[in-house]
C-alpha cells in the first residue's frame, strides 16, 4: 500500500502509540487500561506500521520474532507467579517488596512487584501474538497474489455461482497456493 | 522412547555409569520385601494396620494405606518376585543400552502396584490401578520398533482402559451409596449394599474392572498379546502382579458385594468358561512363553470362579492358589527366557535333549513344573487338593465346578510336561543355537529361589504358610476372622481321588499334545469364532464413526463450521430461556435519545454488511457496529471493556481486510440464503433474550463486593477490572495468555507451513 499520506502520519503516530501503550500498562492497575489494552494498543501500532511500510520493515522495527515476544511474555507471568509462590507460598501471589506497613495500619511505598510482572507478560503475549498472525497472514495474501493465478480455471470451471463456491476456490488457491 | 531406529540402539554401547548400578533396583525390591516381611508376625496375629493422610479433604478422599494378610500377600509378592525379576533383568539385558528405561518402568510398575494394594482409598485405588495400566501399556511396548508391539500394546491399554473407567464409575457408585471411600469401611456395610437398589449398577461396573484386567472371557485375549513385552515383563507383570489386580479387587469387595446369587453365578460361570477356554487353547501353543500365558489366564480364571464360591474352603483354595500360582509361574516364565536367550528358541518342537547341556535350568523347569503340575510334595499340591475340596463346597453347582477343574488341571498337567520334559528329554540334542548352557547366576538365582520356595512351603506348609498368610488372606476375603491348618496329606478322600485322576487324565493329554494342537489348530483355521473378532469390530467401528463426524462437523468449509457453531449455540441459549423459570424482568425502556440514536447505527450498520456487494463497505460497516458497542460501553461506564472493544474492532478491521480486500468482487444475482438468514436471526434473539432473562435473576453482587472492598487495599490497585484480572484471578488469566500463545503459533503455522513446504521440497 503505497500513500504517502499514510506513511507520513505513521512516522508521527506509531512511536506515539507505543509509548502511550506502556502509559496504558503501567496506569492500568489504578485508571482504565493495563497490559491487555497496552498490548492492543502496541499491536496497533505495528498493524499501522505494517500497512504503511510493509511487512518486512514492521518485523525489523520489532526486532524479536513475534512469537518469541509472546513466550517471553507467557514466561514473565510464569515467572511472577513463581515469584509469590516462593514469596508468599502460593502460586500467583501478589508480592511488593518495596511496600511497608505504616503504624496505623496502611500501606505506604511503590506498588511494584510480581502483579506488574504479570501484568508485562499479558502486554508481551497479546503484542508477541497478534503481531506474529498479522505478519503471517499478509505474507501468505502477498504470496497468493504473486502466484499466477490459475487455480481458478482448473477447478469446476465457470462463473462461480454461490459465494461458497467463490470462497471455497479461494481457500483452495490459498492452501495449495506454495505448491503450485 | 525417543529413538525410533533398533539399529541405533544396537549400535549405541551402554551407557557409562557406576558398576553394578543396574543391581540397586533388585536391592531396593530385596529391601522393600524384608521390610514387609517384619508385617508378617503382626498381621498374622490378626492385626490389622492403618495410615492415612488427608489428600481432597473437600471430596473425603485420602491417602489411606492399610495393611491386613491380603494387601501383605500382595505386597510380599510384588516387592519379593520383583526383587527376582529386578536381578534377572540385569542380567538379561546386560549391555543393552534399553536397561535404564526398562528398569526404571518396572520400578514404576512395582510402585503402582504397591499403591493399588495397600490403598484403602477407594480413590487411591483407582489411581494406582490406572498407574499399572500405563505402565504396563508401555513395557508391552517396549519394543517400539515393532508394529506389532504397539499394536498389543494399545490393545492392552483400551481393554484394561475401558475396565478402568468402568471401574471409576463402580467406585464413585460405592462412594455414594455408602457415604465412604474406605475400603475397610464399605466392607462393614456390606448388607446395606447388598440391598440397595444401586447394587446391580455398582457389581456390573465393577466387574467389568476386575474381569479386563484380569483377563477373564470375553476380554481374555489381550494377555496372551501381551507377551510381545520382554521375558522378564510377562513373568513380573502379565503372571505374577498385575493380571492379578482384578483378582485382588474381588477379594478385596468380596465383603462388601459378595455372596449374591448374581455374583455367585456371574463369578462361577465367566471363571469357569475362562478356566477351561484358556487351558484347551494352552495346549495349542507351540510357543512355550504363549502357553504360559494362555495357563496364566486359566490361573486367573480358577481364581475368579473360587472367590464366587461363597464358601470358606473356596476361598481357602483361592487364597492358596494364589500363592501357589505365582511363585510357580514367575519361574517358569524366566526359565522359558533362559532357554530362549541360551539355546536361541521357545517352539516346543524347535528343542530336544538340552538335559545334558543346561542341567540347571532342566532341575529348576522341573521343580517349578511339578508344583505347577501338583505332584506332592509340592506346594502346588496342597493348592489342587484345596481346590477340588472348595469345587465340591462351593454354593452354586459343585459337579460343574468339580469336574471344569479336573480337566483344567489335566490339562495343566500336559502343559506342565510339555514345558518341563519335552525341550530337555531325548538322545538328540536339538537347539538353534550351537552351545546351549546353563545362564549366569543372575539369571537362574531367581527362578531358583521361587521353585525352591514351592517345594519348602509344600513340606511344612502350615509353619511357613498357612498361618503366616492363608489364614490372614481367607479373613479379609471373608470378613470374618476364619482359622485354618494346611496339611500336605489330607488322608484317602474324593479330593485326593479326583488327583490321580488329573495325573492319570494329564499324562494321556500330555503324549496326545501333538494330535490335539493339529485338532485345535484344524478349528482355529475353520473360522472358529474368536473374542478379539469383537475387539477388532469395535475398534474399527470407533475409526468409522470418528472419521464420520469428523467430516460432517468439521468440512473444512468456514461457513460449514460457522453453520454448526451457531446451531449448536442457538439450540443450548433458546434450550435454557425455554425451560428456565427465573421470574422476567421489569424492562425498563426508559432510555436516553442518544442510546436509541448509537442502538440504531448499530442496527443499520448490521444490516448495511448483510446486504451490501462491496467487501469494502461490509468491513467499513462491521466497524462501525463494532464502534457503536464500544460507545454503548462508554456511556455506561465500562471504560476498560470500551477500550478493550475498541481496539479489537480495529484489528479486526485490519485482519479481515487483509483477507477480503483480495478476493473477487461479490458476483451479482446471488441466491439469498434463507437459512443462514433465519440461524442468524435465531441466534441474535437468543442472545438477546437471554440477557434480559439474566437480568430477572440474582445477580450475586457478593463478589462484586468482596472486590470493591479488598481492591485497594489488599491488592493495592483502585481499578477492579484489571486487580481481577492480574491478581485476584490471575491464574484464570495465565490459562488465558496461554491459549493466546497457543492459538497464534498454530494460526502462524497454519499460514507459512505450505509455503515452507513449496520452497523446501
Known amino acids: ?180 | 522412547m525417543t529413538d525410533p531406529s533398533p539399529a541405533a540402539h544396537q549400535a549405541r554401547s551402554a551407557p557409562p555409569g557406576i558398576p553394578g548400578l543396574r543391581f540397586l533396583p533388585a536391592l531396593v525390591a530385596a529391601l522393600a520385601a524384608a521390610w514387609f516381611l517384619g508385617f508378617v508376625p503382626a498381621v498374622a496375629r490378626g492385626e490389622v494396620l492403618t495410615w492415612a493422610v488427608p489428600w481432597v479433604p473437600g471430596l473425603g478422599i485420602e491417602l489411606a494405606v492399610l495393611i491386613d494378610g491380603l494387601a501383605l500377600a500382595f505386597a510380599l509378592m510384588i516387592t519379593g518376585i520383583g526383587a527376582g525379576v529386578f536381578l534377572y533383568t540385569a542380567s538379561y539385558f546386560k549391555g543393552d543400552p534399553r536397561l535404564t528405561r526398562l528398569q526404571a518402568l518396572l520400578m514404576l510398575f512395582a510402585v503402582s502396584m504397591l499403591g493399588l494394594v495397600l490403598a484403602d482409598d477407594a480413590i487411591t485405588l483407582f489411581v494406582f490401578w490406572e498407574g499399572t495400566t500405563v505402565t504396563s501399556f508401555l513395557l508391552i511396548g517396549f519394543d517400539h520398533a515393532k508394529k506389532e508391539a504397539r499394536d498389543k500394546a494399545l490393545q492392552a491399554l483400551l481393554v484394561t482402559g475401558l475396565g478402568g473407567l468402568a471401574l471409576l464409575a463402580g467406585l464413585l457408585l460405592l462412594g455414594l451409596e455408602t457415604g465412604t471411600f474406605r475400603l475397610s469401611e464399605m466392607a462393614l456395610m456390606g448388607d446395606v449394599l447388598r440391598a440397595s437398589d444401586l447394587y446391580l449398577g455398582i457389581l456390573v461396573l465393577v466387574l467389568l474392572g476386575a474381569f479386563t484386567k484380569s483377563a477373564q472371557f470375553p476380554f481374555h485375549f489381550w494377555l496372551p498379546n501381551a507377551m510381545a513385552a520382554p521375558t522378564p515383563v510377562s513373568a513380573y507383570l502379565h503372571s505374577a502382579t498385575m493380571v492379578k489386580a482384578g483378582v485382588y479387587l474381588l477379594a478385596r469387595l468380596s465383603p462388601a458385594l459378595g455372596g449374591t446369587e448374581v455374583w455367585i453365578w456371574t463369578l462361577t460361570l465367566v471363571g469357569a468358561v475362562t478356566m477351561l477356554l484358556a487351558s484347551v487353547w494352552a495346549l495349542r501353543q507351540t510357543d512355550l512363553k504363549l502357553m504360559l500365558a494362555y495357563t496364566t489366564v486359566m490361573a486367573l480364571g480358577a481364581l475368579v470362579m473360587f472367590l464366587g464360591g461363597g464358601h470358606p474352603a473356596a476361598v481357602k483354595a483361592a487364597a492358596t492358589f494364589l500363592i501357589v500360582h505365582a511363585l510357580y509361574k514367575a519361574s517358569l516364565f524366566l526359565l522359558v527366557g533362559v532357554l530362549d536367550k541360551k539355546a536361541g528358541s521357545r517352539e516346543v518342537d524347535a528343542l530336544r535333549g538340552l538335559a545334558g547341556a543346561m542341567p540347571l535350568t532342566a532341575t529348576l523347569t522341573a521343580l517349578a513344573a511339578l508344583s505347577m503340575a501338583g505332584f506332592p510334595p509340592f506346594l502346588g499340591f496342597i493348592g489342587k487338593e484345596l481346590k477340588y475340596e472348595g469345587a465340591l463346597a462351593v454354593a452354586s453347582e459343585p459337579v460343574f465346578v468339580a469336574g471344569a477343574a479336573v480337566l483344567a488341571n489335566a490339562l495343566m498337567v500336559a502343559c506342565a510336561g510339555l514345558v518341563a520334559v519335552r525341550p530337555f528329554v531325548g538322545r538328540t540334542r536339538r537347539a538353534p543355537k550351537d552351545r546351549p548352557a546353563d545362564p549366569p547366576v543372575g539369571m537362574w538365582l531367581p527362578p531358583a529361589v521361587l521353585a525352591v520356595l514351592g517345594l519348602a512351603f509344600g513340606v511344612f506348609p502350615d509353619l511357613l504358610l498357612g498361618r503366616t498368610l492363608i489364614e490372614p488372606i481367607a479373613t479379609a476375603i471373608l470378613g470374618e476372622p476364619f482359622a485354618l491348618t494346611l496339611k500336605l496329606w489330607h488322608g484317602i478322600n474324593l479330593p485326593l481321588l479326583l488327583s490321580l485322576l488329573t495325573f492319570a487324565l494329564g499324562l494321556t493329554l500330555y503324549l496326545l499334545a501333538p494330535r490335539v494342537r493339529r485338532a485345535l489348530a484344524g478349528a482355529e483355521a475353520g473360522g472358529l469364532p474368536a473374542a478379539e473378532g469383537g475387539y477388532d469390530a469395535a475398534l474399527s467401528a470407533t475409526k468409522g464413526v470418528a472419521a464420520w463426524q469428523t467430516r460432517v462437523i468439521q468440512g473444512g468449509r468456514i461457513t460449514v463450521y460457522l453453520r454448526v457453531t451457531f446451531a449448536l449455540l442457538a439450540l443450548l441459549i433458546w434450550g435454557a430461556v425455554l425451560t428456565g423459570t427465573g421470574p422476567w424482568p421489569a424492562f425498563d425502556i426508559d432510555v436516553p435519545l442518544l442510546h436509541w440514536a448509537i442502538v440504531g447505527l448499530i442496527a443499520v450498520s448490521a444490516v448495511a454488511i448483510v446486504l451490501t456487494r462491496s467487501r469494502l463497505a461490509a468491513i467499513c460497516a462491521l466497524g462501525a457496529v463494532g464502534a457503536g458497542v464500544a460507545i454503548l460501553f462508554v456511556l455506561y461506564g465500562a471504560i476498560d471493556v470500551a477500550m478493550t472493544q475498541l481496539l479489537i474492532e480495529i484489528l479486526v478491521v485490519v485482519f479481515i481486510a487483509i483477507a477480503l480486500l483480495r478476493l473477487p468482487r461479490i458476483p451479482a444475482g446471488l441466491p439469498r440464503r434463507w437459512g443462514d438468514a433465519a440461524l442468524a436471526a435465531a441466534l441474535g434473539l437468543g442472545v438477546a433474550v437471554a440477557l434480559v432473562a439474566v437480568l430477572g435473576g440474582d445477580l450475586g453482587r457478593e463478589l462484586t463486593a468482596y472486590f470493591e472492598a479488598n481492591s485497594a487495599p489488599e491488592a493495592l490497585g483502585r481499578n477492579i477490572v484489571n486487580v481481577i484480572l492480574v491478581d485476584f484471578r490471575a491464574l484464570d488469566t495465565l490459562g488465558e495468555i496461554a491459549v493466546v500463545v497457543i492459538a497464534a503459533v498454530a494460526a502462524i503455522a497454519a499460514l507459512t507451513a505450505r509455503r515452507t513446504k513449496g520452497r523446501r521440497p
Not at chain 1, 53 to 59: D, L, P, S
Not at chain 1, 97 to 106: C, H, R, S, V, Y
Open chain 1, 1 to 180: 500500500m503505497n500513500s504517502l499520506i499514510l506513511t507520513t502520519a505513521t512516522r508521527a503516530l506509531a512511536p506515539l502509540l507505543l509509548v502511550f501503550s506502556v502509559y496504558i500498562l503501567l496506569r492500568g492497575h489504578n485508571e482504565p487500561g493495563g497490559g491487555f489494552i497496552g498490548g492492543l494498543v502496541a499491536a496497533t501500532a505495528f498493524a499501522l506500521l505494517e500497512k504503511a511500510e510493509g511487512v518486512a520493515r514492521a518485523r525489523r522495527l520489532l526486532r524479536l520474532r513475534p512469537l518469541t515476544v509472546a513466550a517471553l511474555g507467557l514466561g514473565a507471568a510464569l515467572l511472577a507467579g513463581l515469584w509469590g509462590a516462593v514469596a508468599k507460598g502460593h502460586v500467583l501471589a501478589g508480592v511488593w517488596p518495596l511496600i511497608e506497613k505504616t503504624a496505623d495500619g496502611g500501606k505506604s511505598g511503590l506498588p511494584v512487584g510480581s502483579v506488574l510482572l504479570f501484568d508485562v507478560g499479558v502486554y508481551l503475549v497479546v503484542v508477541g501474538a497478534v503481531c506474529g498472525v498479522l505478519f503471517a497472514l499478509e505474507e501468505a495474501a502477498t504470496a497468493l497474489e504473486c502466484e499466477p493465478d490459475e487455480g481458478g480455471a482448473g477447478r469446476g470451471g465457470g462463473a462461480p455461482k454461490t459465494i461458497d463456491q467463490t470462497m471455497d476456490r479461494t481457500i483452495d488457491r490459498t492452501v495449495d497456493g506454495g505448491d503450485r
